[in-house]
């Protein structure tokens, strides 16, 4: 099997082809189009017709069986371009084999998107560096840019249109205020030029004080006329040079990042200031709800406790982006209660791509199913669009891990369609991203996919632990940590509060009450402890080490066959791989190998650490029958990760808070 370096992704698609195929016209997104089937397409001949559509949204399409050719139809050159892509997804999933539904006369399915903005968040900096990035650096090279343009941009653009993504957000949300400057807007335009014929319009981060910082304006002050102006000329210089600028994200009084906070203002204010500039041009604010300003209000409660009172105050080109759940990005967490409480304001949700607190590129830790959870409580519907921090970077397979390259497939694919199961993306992407697996070892690998992220959550932080990670870097265990003068909030042992009688955080109407923040029925639920789903058990509730779980065991006991039936996942999904040798090129077989002995042994490390941490409160014993520890606490105690290695920019900022 020849060697593949991953560099592909899941468009391994066959060459030279010679597929009959017309399109209306030629233009730069139907040329696309067209040499993409031309080269991959097997079947019969197929014709691309632009047509308006009741049943269609401007990127939707039609693929359908009509006198012996494929027709595809859209409203849009993008819709089309989706298509073609849609169908060699169903050649390469083996969906258009004889017999198979698309092979009757009378075949035609329809396709619309759940949301007009599917969007990817790069948190890269201009210095090339990838805040919470573990690909190598970031794929723009602002320091070539504009005269020299890298062949990964175009495929780039691809995986993207392939699997639907129409929006990139270039630049860390701790924005450099530089992004603004002339000489970087002839940048992003060579990248948007590049990206427009794959539908992907252009978005960037922009800095609250930037007025201040690049044109030393006295105050950035969202009502100051000079303020007002500066922004409103900012614009018109973007869109004389980007016309299909997509708009702002902001990150605002969070984190060391200015806004309107800082000038006595609301963050409705801020936003609208920024709307009011786009507005002519159609452009949009994704304005950020991840905020925790200092309060003695429980962490988990901040942002609702900031935003739920602005709702209805936003303009109407405002998108309020709001983090699944309520901390950050935890292997598991219950839905951020902004969720529903917006009623009067338009939501996007934001996931998080790269693996920032589930072993970054090193494990396998495949993302739908954690989506999926999230999309059973939050409708849908109910949101305006998705936004996902990406995971790529410079690195030859763009991901780090083979395995992470399905992470970014599963949210184009979900955020096109959130109805889709995990299971099938997962089936699709190894059906695209592999040689042919034979049915057992595929649906072996395709189990592994789904049971991983749960995985992580049991070996990391099993029934609604969280937040007890190592500091800075958030790869490794650190319940432990303590760091004179550090904010509460960032340290472990205010998420886990382990004591004598118990473990867990209590946000019933006891505790913080974060609970009565849900709609009453499921306020009810989280509140008792009885009710709680154990997943989110220490999530809500801080429970003594003898309570009783459902399975019978006490709390301590549970926790412990938790974090073991993690380790032996890890275990299991090595066994899988290893048995799947024959299946998969050698290059990537050796890869995924290796990063699987670092996560069955980060697996241990996690459980070790938490354990024997933990213990020292619970004062009771590790049940016998589970494999013993293999590391000392104090052992433990001493890992300390250069940070500097996990290309984390906030380290600087994390430590002037400390
Ligand atoms: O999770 C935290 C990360 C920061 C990040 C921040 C945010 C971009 O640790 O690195 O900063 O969230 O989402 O703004």
Redesign the pocket.
């Given at each position: 099997m020849a060697a593949e370096d991953g560099s592909h992704l899941w468009l391994r698609l066959p060459a030279g082809a010679q597929a009959q195929v017309s399109a209306p016209r030629s233009s730069p997104t139907l040329d696309i189009a067209v040499s993409e089937l031309q080269q991959a397409w097997k079947g019969a001949p197929v014709q691309l017709i632009v047509k308006k559509d009741k049943q269609l949204q401007p990127e939707g399409f039609r693929i359908q069986r009509k006198d012996g050719r494929i027709v595809l139809a859209s409203p849009t050159e993008t819709g089309l371009l989706y298509a073609a892509y849609h169908l060699l997804r169903l050649q390469e999933t083996g969906r258009c084999t004889t017999g198979s539904p698309f092979s009757a006369p009378d075949f035609q399915l329809t396709e619309n998107p759940a949301y007009s903005l599917r969007i990817l968040n790069h948190?890269d900096n201009l210095n090339r560096t990838v805040?919470?990035g573990y690909a190598g650096q970031s794929l723009w090279n602002w320091e070539e840019l504009p005269d020299t343009l890298s062949g990964r941009y175009e495929a780039y653009a691809r995986a993207n249109a392939s699997i639907g993504i129409n929006g990139k957000v270039l630049n860390?949300?701790?924005a450099s205020p530089k992004i603004l400057s002339a000489g970087y807007l002839q940048k992003v335009k060579a990248l948007a030029d590049i990206f427009r014929p794959y539908g992907l319009r252009v978005y960037l981060s922009v800095n609250f004080a930037s007025p201040m910082i690049l044109d030393s304006l006295s105050t950035a002050d969202p009502l100051d006329k000079e303020v007002i102006r500066w922004w409103k000329n900012k614009v018109k210089e973007i869109y004389r040079i980007i016309p299909d600028f997509g708009g702002f994200l902001v990150?605002a009084n969070?984190?060391g990042q200015p806004g309107p906070c800082d000038f006595g203002r609301t963050h409705a204010e801020g936003a609208n200031m920024l709307a009011d500039a786009l507005k002519p041009y159609k452009g949009i604010v994704m304005w950020?709800a991840?905020v925790y300003s200092p309060s003695d209000a429980d962490r988990a409660k901040q942002a609702y406790l900031e935003f739920k009172p602005l709702d209805g105050q936003f303009r109407s080109n405002v998108i309020v982006q709001v983090?699944n759940g309520p901390i950050?990005?935890q292997p598991r967490e219950p839905y951020s209660p902004l969720f529903g409480a917006m009623q009067h304001t338009p939501l996007m949700a934001e996931f998080q791509v790269t693996q920032?607190y589930l072993g970054h590129s090193n494990h396998i830790a495949y993302l739908a199913p954690m989506w999926k959870e999230f999309f059973e409580l939050v409708p849908p519907a109910s949101l305006k669009a998705i936004a996902g921090v990406a995971n790529i970077g410079t690195d030859t397979n763009w991901c780090g891990h083979t395995f992470a390259q399905a992470n970014w497939y599963a949210f184009g694919r979900l955020a096109w369609q959130p109805s889709l199961s995990s299971e099938d993306i997962a089936g699709e992407w190894l059906a695209q991203t592999f040689q042919p697996l034979g049915n057992e070892t595929g649906s072996r690998l395709k189990k592994m996919m789904l049971d991983s992220r749960e995985a992580v959550v049991n070996y990391m932080m099993p029934l609604g632990l969280h937040h007890i990670f190592a500091w800075g870097h958030?790869y490794g265990p650190e319940p432990w940590c303590i760091i004179p003068g550090a904010r509460p909030d960032w340290l472990p042992s205010y998420y886990h509060r382990a004591d004598k009688q118990g473990i867990g955080f209590d946000r019933s109407s006891k505790g913080s009450n974060a609970v009565a923040q849900y709609p009453e029925a499921l306020a009810k639920q989280y509140g008792n402890i009885d009710t709680c789903p154990e997943e989110y058990l220490l999530w809500f509730h801080h429970v003594p080490w003898t309570y009783r779980m459902k399975n019978g065991r006490n709390l301590w006991d549970e926790l412990c066959y938790r974090y073991d039936s993690g380790v032996r996942q890890v275990r299991e999904f090595q066994k899988v791989w290893d048995a799947a040798e024959k299946y998969i090129d050698a290059e990537r077989f050796r890869e995924v190998q290796s990063h699987l002995r670092i996560q069955a042994r980060d697996a241990v490390w996690w459980k070790d650490a938490c354990l024997l941490y933990f213990q020292k409160f619970s004062g009771m014993p590790i049940p016998y029958d589970i494999e013993r520890p293999v590391h000392s606490l104090k052992d433990l105690q001493e890992v300390h990760l250069p940070i500097s290695n996990f290309e984390?920019p906030?380290e600087e900022l994390l430590n002037r808070n400390r």
């Amino acid at each position: 099997m020849a060697a593949e370096d991953g560099s592909h992704l899941w468009l391994r698609l066959p060459a030279g082809a010679q597929a009959q195929v017309s399109a209306p016209r030629s233009s730069p997104t139907l040329d696309i189009a067209v040499s993409e089937l031309q080269q991959a397409w097997k079947g019969a001949p197929v014709q691309l017709i632009v047509k308006k559509d009741k049943q269609l949204q401007p990127e939707g399409f039609r693929i359908q069986r009509k006198d012996g050719r494929i027709v595809l139809a859209s409203p849009t050159e993008t819709g089309l371009l989706y298509a073609a892509y849609h169908l060699l997804r169903l050649q390469e999933t083996g969906r258009c084999t004889t017999g198979s539904p698309f092979s009757a006369p009378d075949f035609q399915l329809t396709e619309n998107p759940a949301y007009s903005l599917r969007i990817l968040n790069h948190w890269d900096n201009l210095n090339r560096t990838v805040e919470r990035g573990y690909a190598g650096q970031s794929l723009w090279n602002w320091e070539e840019l504009p005269d020299t343009l890298s062949g990964r941009y175009e495929a780039y653009a691809r995986a993207n249109a392939s699997i639907g993504i129409n929006g990139k957000v270039l630049n860390n949300v701790n924005a450099s205020p530089k992004i603004l400057s002339a000489g970087y807007l002839q940048k992003v335009k060579a990248l948007a030029d590049i990206f427009r014929p794959y539908g992907l319009r252009v978005y960037l981060s922009v800095n609250f004080a930037s007025p201040m910082i690049l044109d030393s304006l006295s105050t950035a002050d969202p009502l100051d006329k000079e303020v007002i102006r500066w922004w409103k000329n900012k614009v018109k210089e973007i869109y004389r040079i980007i016309p299909d600028f997509g708009g702002f994200l902001v990150k605002a009084n969070s984190e060391g990042q200015p806004g309107p906070c800082d000038f006595g203002r609301t963050h409705a204010e801020g936003a609208n200031m920024l709307a009011d500039a786009l507005k002519p041009y159609k452009g949009i604010v994704m304005w950020r709800a991840f905020v925790y300003s200092p309060s003695d209000a429980d962490r988990a409660k901040q942002a609702y406790l900031e935003f739920k009172p602005l709702d209805g105050q936003f303009r109407s080109n405002v998108i309020v982006q709001v983090k699944n759940g309520p901390i950050d990005f935890q292997p598991r967490e219950p839905y951020s209660p902004l969720f529903g409480a917006m009623q009067h304001t338009p939501l996007m949700a934001e996931f998080q791509v790269t693996q920032e607190y589930l072993g970054h590129s090193n494990h396998i830790a495949y993302l739908a199913p954690m989506w999926k959870e999230f999309f059973e409580l939050v409708p849908p519907a109910s949101l305006k669009a998705i936004a996902g921090v990406a995971n790529i970077g410079t690195d030859t397979n763009w991901c780090g891990h083979t395995f992470a390259q399905a992470n970014w497939y599963a949210f184009g694919r979900l955020a096109w369609q959130p109805s889709l199961s995990s299971e099938d993306i997962a089936g699709e992407w190894l059906a695209q991203t592999f040689q042919p697996l034979g049915n057992e070892t595929g649906s072996r690998l395709k189990k592994m996919m789904l049971d991983s992220r749960e995985a992580v959550v049991n070996y990391m932080m099993p029934l609604g632990l969280h937040h007890i990670f190592a500091w800075g870097h958030h790869y490794g265990p650190e319940p432990w940590c303590i760091i004179p003068g550090a904010r509460p909030d960032w340290l472990p042992s205010y998420y886990h509060r382990a004591d004598k009688q118990g473990i867990g955080f209590d946000r019933s109407s006891k505790g913080s009450n974060a609970v009565a923040q849900y709609p009453e029925a499921l306020a009810k639920q989280y509140g008792n402890i009885d009710t709680c789903p154990e997943e989110y058990l220490l999530w809500f509730h801080h429970v003594p080490w003898t309570y009783r779980m459902k399975n019978g065991r006490n709390l301590w006991d549970e926790l412990c066959y938790r974090y073991d039936s993690g380790v032996r996942q890890v275990r299991e999904f090595q066994k899988v791989w290893d048995a799947a040798e024959k299946y998969i090129d050698a290059e990537r077989f050796r890869e995924v190998q290796s990063h699987l002995r670092i996560q069955a042994r980060d697996a241990v490390w996690w459980k070790d650490a938490c354990l024997l941490y933990f213990q020292k409160f619970s004062g009771m014993p590790i049940p016998y029958d589970i494999e013993r520890p293999v590391h000392s606490l104090k052992d433990l105690q001493e890992v300390h990760l250069p940070i500097s290695n996990f290309e984390c920019p906030t380290e600087e900022l994390l430590n002037r808070n400390r």
